[in-house]
């Protein structure tokens, strides 16, 4: 509330006492937050784990500036040792088992195990010791995941050939060979945790670019401003030291640092970086400029009006990381799977051992130990779980960049249903500029008399129409009077008292309300309004005066976006105020499937209503402030901004661009992305589906083939990386 109270630390402003905010979107809060990427109801203040999948917590606000991950470096650390210790003994494995002659005579079958346990342990507890701890905290949380598969499976391999290796004789005959000595299986413990750690490297990697969106939105911002002071001496702050009302000069190439008016040159600005718009817009004094975006080649003056947390670009960082955070519909069936799904891996993993133990071929406990081994680590739910979040992240952020903001998960898996959007007319169809065309007094009445009384009535009114009626006759030299007594009708029209005269304007209901007779005026409408025009009636004293007409251009897009819908199996739907003829004549221009005309703002929510109760899941686009109840109502609510005018919180989409353009791009990301997720909960299915009968051994009694547990380590980890990759290809998406 008062800009000019700044200080280094949180605290209460001393004028009005609330909390300090921070100045701009890159200055850190007091505390950071940590959130699970696939559970966002886990939200800690401190770094950790989550309780529930076990996955790192990451930080809720992604920073501009990219930081050392802490976690990925961490691991790196692990992966690199493990791998360095796991080489050797894999070589000395693989060689004693496929050419023992080799090692004849100088290394026992005892030493070469021992040497197996040396290099093996370090690997096993210390390497892969992140994964007992998270494996032991879900088992105390009692939420069963992925690392409690896999610190059960290197455990019992590791723990096997412990035993193997110092008390062998524990084991029955048959398992021993002629020294004595008893299989071990240290390489597949270490290789497991080395290809487990190699898993993680690549996915904390790949997780770390579904947030490349907002990294890109927050490294839009410039540091730095030049403010021009009450001499016009320039001087170059900090972003964070430019408030409301500060006058910034930006150079030509420069980056327009906050939202503001331009009050003195002209450039061409280029807002590609956030309306997703190629085409650089003029910009003149009087038009409004947008933070981050570039200036063109000439030198603009402009006025702060918003800076930090209030900057469109501010708005938009924070609406796509709660979209980003939020869980789709289609996620709950991935969680209820991965909720039985560990404990029934687990069972199957017993079963099969004991199965092994029971019926299998000698040694039967070495087949038991090493198949159910195998059927832990290769049944690892984290591409389940990873399947629907990482495409929502990059999903969203990748609508963020061409102009499209979508609220959270729910409307992104809902926006791919919508067979039915309804349009508002003015400012949606149309460019929202309407311009007085036709002005009809009847014959006794002066033209300047009657331009005088309506513009001095229309400029009490806040109405877009009544703009430009006001604007329209000053232009023509006219001089306004006062109003008295003023009254907007709403959905009808106006009334009030000008230089002693009451003068209504609006539409025929208006006119026969007041009893006013139109009757000559009828036949000159319909024709104005056979051409798409909006025609409104004047009254003066309780006799009609006369007619005006008013035309909203059709924006150059309408009709290309329109036929786009249409190709898309949207049914489009035209509501508005306006008179039917009128309607009909702009929908008939357009190929728009139906019109509903003369309806009253609190009506439009009724009509949606009515859509809704014949079966249809409805968006509809409007303003996204006389729209709100409609919005609300509505299956999909879509706000068409235009620029810095943007209202996020009325509707579940807001298109940057007030365009309808907008609306086929967030239909084609829906989709996308819901593709995308099915592909990777396909995926994940059918590996697991695939994966835990083969390791189980179901093909070993027909083909004579055992997985081994190495082998299902390297594809449960590839397993989870491929999921976030096939995400990633969001980035690319063509809107």
């Given at each position: 509330?008062?800009?000019?109270?700044?200080?280094?630390?949180?605290?209460?402003?001393?004028?009005?006492?609330?909390?300090?905010?921070?100045?701009?979107?890159?200055?850190?809060?007091?505390?950071?937050?940590?959130?699970?990427?696939?559970?966002?109801?886990?939200?800690?203040?401190?770094?950790?784990?989550?309780?529930?999948?076990?996955?790192?917590?990451?930080?809720?606000?992604?920073?501009?500036?990219?930081?050392?991950?802490?976690?990925?470096?961490?691991?790196?650390?692990?992966?690199?040792?493990?791998?360095?210790?796991?080489?050797?003994?894999?070589?000395?494995?693989?060689?004693?088992?496929?050419?023992?002659?080799?090692?004849?005579?100088?290394?026992?079958t005892q030493t070469i195990q021992w040497i197996e346990f040396v290099l093996a342990t370090p690997v096993v507890w210390w390497c892969g010791w992140p994964f007992f701890q998270k494996g032991w905290a879900s088992i105390i949380n009692r939420h069963l995941n992925m690392f409690t598969l896999i610190s059960l499976g290197i455990s019992v391999a590791w723990g096997y050939s412990l035993v193997a290796t110092f008390w062998p004789n524990v084991f029955p005959a048959i398992m021993r060979d002629e020294s004595g000595a008893v299989g071990v299986?240290?390489?597949?413990?270490?290789?497991?945790?080395?290809?487990?750690?190699?898993?993680?490297?690549?996915?904390l990697k790949a997780r770390s670019q579904t947030s490349a969106a907002i990294k890109l939105l927050l490294g839009m911002a410039p540091k730095t401003a030049t403010r021009v002071n009450a001499q016009g001496d320039e001087e170059r702050?900090?972003?964070?030291?430019?408030?409301?009302?500060?006058?910034?000069?930006?150079?030509?190439?420069?980056?327009?640092?906050?939202?503001?008016?331009?009050?003195?040159?002209?450039?061409?600005?280029d807002e590609s970086m956030v309306t997703g718009e190629p085409l650089s817009v003029s910009k003149k004094p009087g038009d409004h400029v947008i933070g981050a975006t570039v200036n063109g080649t000439g030198s603009l003056l402009i006025e702060a009006e918003k800076v930090g947390r209030e900057t469109l670009l501010a708005q938009i960082?924070?609406?796509?990381?709660?979209?980003?955070?939020?869980?789709a519909p289609i996620q709950k069936l991935a969680d209820t799977v991965a909720g039985y799904f560990v404990p029934l891996v687990i069972l199957i993993a017993l079963l099969t051992l004991f199965i092994w133990w029971w019926f299998g071929p000698e040694p039967r406990l070495a087949h038991a130990v090493?198949?159910?081994?195998?059927?832990?680590?290769?049944?690892?739910?984290?591409?389940l779980g990873l399947a629907t979040p990482v495409s929502i992240m990059v999903g969203t952020g990748r609508g963020a960049t061409a102009g499209v903001l979508i609220k959270n998960a729910q409307v992104l898996e809902l926006m791919e249903k919508v067979d039915t959007l309804v349009v508002d007319k003015t400012g949606t169809l149309t460019e929202g500029k309407p311009k007085l065309t036709q002005v009809k007094p009847v014959?006794?009445?002066?033209?300047?008399?009657?331009?005088?009384?309506?513009?001095?009535?229309?400029?009490?009114?806040?109405?877009?129409?009544?703009?430009?009626?006001?604007q329209d006759v000053l232009s023509r030299g006219v001089d306004l009077s006062d109003v008295m007594a003023f009254q907007a009708l709403t959905g009808r029209?106006?009334?009030?008292?000008?230089?002693?005269?009451?003068?209504?304007?609006?539409?025929?209901?208006?006119?026969?309300?007041?009893?006013?007779?139109?009757?000559?005026?009828?036949?000159?409408?319909?024709?104005?309004?056979?051409?798409?025009?909006?025609?409104?009636?004047?009254?003066?004293?309780?006799k009609a005066a006369g007619l005006i007409a008013v035309s909203d251009p059709i924006k150059a897009t309408t009709a290309k976006a329109l036929k786009a819908l249409h190709d898309l199996n949207i049914k489009v739907v035209m509501l508005t105020g306006d008179n039917l003829t009128s309607a009909n004549a702009v929908a008939a221009r357009l190929g728009i499937d139906d019109v509903v005309a003369e309806v009253l703002p609190e009506q439009k929510a009724q009509v949606i209503k009515q859509l809704q109760s014949q079966g249809k899941v409805v968006a509809m686009a409007g303003d996204g402030i006389n729209d709100a109840p409609a919005l609300a109502q509505a299956d999909v609510g879509i706000a068409m901004g235009t620029g810095t005018d943007v209202a996020m919180e009325s509707a579940d989409v807001t298109l940057v661009k007030g365009d309808l353009m907008g609306i086929v791009k967030a239909r084609r990301l829906s989709v996308s992305t819901m593709r995308n997720i099915r592909q990777n909960l396909f995926f994940a299915f059918f590996y697991n589906s695939l994966g835990v009968p083969v390791a189980a051994g179901i093909l070993y009694p027909f083909f004579g083939i055992l997985l081994s547990p190495m082998i299902a380590a390297a594809a449960m980890s590839f397993s989870s990386v491929s999921v976030i990759f096939n995400a990633l290809r969001l980035r690319n998406l063509s809107l």
């Open positions: 509330m008062h800009p000019q109270v700044r200080q280094d630390h949180p605290g209460d402003c001393p004028i009005c006492g609330m909390t300090l905010e921070p100045v701009n979107i890159t200055d850190e809060a007091s505390t950071i937050q940590y959130i699970c990427p696939m559970h966002p109801e886990i939200v800690r203040d401190a770094p950790g784990d989550c309780p529930i999948c076990g996955m790192t917590l990451e930080a809720r606000e992604i920073q501009a500036d990219d930081e050392d991950n802490a976690e990925l470096m961490h691991m790196m650390r692990r992966f690199w040792i493990a791998l360095g210790l796991t080489l050797p003994l894999f070589i000395l494995a693989m060689g004693h088992d496929l050419m023992p002659g080799l090692l004849a005579g100088k290394l026992t299986y240290f390489e597949a413990a270490a290789v497991i945790t080395t290809l487990v750690l190699l898993g993680q490297v690549l996915e702050v900090p972003l964070a030291q430019v408030q409301v009302g500060d006058r910034l000069r930006v150079k030509p190439g420069e980056k327009i640092p906050v939202d503001g008016i331009v009050l003195e040159g002209h450039s061409t600005v960082v924070q609406m796509v990381s709660e979209a980003q955070r939020s869980r090493v198949n159910a081994v195998a059927v832990l680590i290769i049944a690892c739910p984290c591409a014959a006794d009445i002066d033209e300047k008399t009657f331009l005088q009384l309506i513009g001095s009535l229309e400029r009490a009114s806040e109405h877009p129409l009544a703009e430009a009626i006001v029209g106006v009334q009030g008292q000008v230089n002693g005269h009451t003068v209504t304007l609006g539409n025929s209901r208006l006119m026969q309300e007041m009893g006013i007779n139109i009757e000559a005026l009828t036949r000159d409408a319909e024709n104005l309004r056979k051409n798409g025009e909006t025609v409104m009636f004047v009254g003066i004293d309780g």
